[in-house]
């Protein structure tokens, strides 16, 4: 039988966010609860602030985890906006660990895939036609590839070089706060950003993600890179709904 709730995690730089899910629509059950990053957020730090917030809703079924970091077969790779001392660590069994499951009850997952994923799965059909590319902009910049609706994972595309300068260090949503860029100004480093990247992929769309896909309209309309660009159906709660997916589902990278 078919789960129709699940549980999702989205670990981000500044907040760790949870909810049950509805996995006929996409939809949260219920409010989330968003907890600060803690700092340093090492992996035992962010396990305790998991272990909150599932202890907060009283789930007892599989969960899906995500991480801002390249993460394969369980194990964190990298991690770029999160505490160095992730790089290696066996977060399935870290989790499993500290919530008292097995590890196939963990499902880890990059956060711009989950992102992907839900997308897919709950967004617009036209999404998964062709090469797709979804961006998500917040602390950093998280990509994840989908070719006919298939996922390439760990892409990394916030990282590649830009001008001189890693992308997401001048085109994330961060930069825009602590530069306090007008979005005329933000969206013309995002515009160049996308123009490189599509010179490098050549994707057929781009879905632009994270807190501030909620204000699209003041600049995606600006600019001006020739793949069309659409904001993100879930916006920002599409990792938490992509991790709960892919843990009802057994799906982990």
Partial sequence: MTATRGFGIDVGGTGIKGALVDLDTGEFIGDRLRIETPHPATPEAVADVVAEIVEHFEWDGPLGVTLPAVVKKGIAQTAANIDPSWIGTDADA?????????????????????????????????????VTA??????GIGSALFDDG??????????????GHDAETRAAASAK??????YEQWAVRVDRYLTVL??????????????????????????????????ASLQNNAGIVGAAAAAAEGIEP
Avoid: C, Y
């Fill in 198 to 231: 599509e010179n490098l992929i050549w994707p057929d769309l781009f879905i632009v993600g994270g807190g501030v896909s909620k204000k699209a309209h003041k600049w995606v309309p600006l600019l001006t890179n020739r793949t069309p660009v659409v904001a």
């Fill in 177 to 182: 706060e602590r530069e306090e860029l007008s």
């Fill in 134 to 139: 979804l961006l998500t902009f917040g602390t």
């Fill in 150 to 163: 298939k996922l390439t994972p760990n892409t990394e595309f916030g990282h590649i070089e830009v001008d």
């Fill in 94 to 130: 870290l989790f499993a660990k500290r919530l008292g499951r097995s590890r196939e009850d963990v499902a880890m997952l990059n956060d711009a895939d989950a992102a992907g994923m839900a997308e897919m799965r709950f967004g617009d059909p036209a999404a998964r036609q062709g």
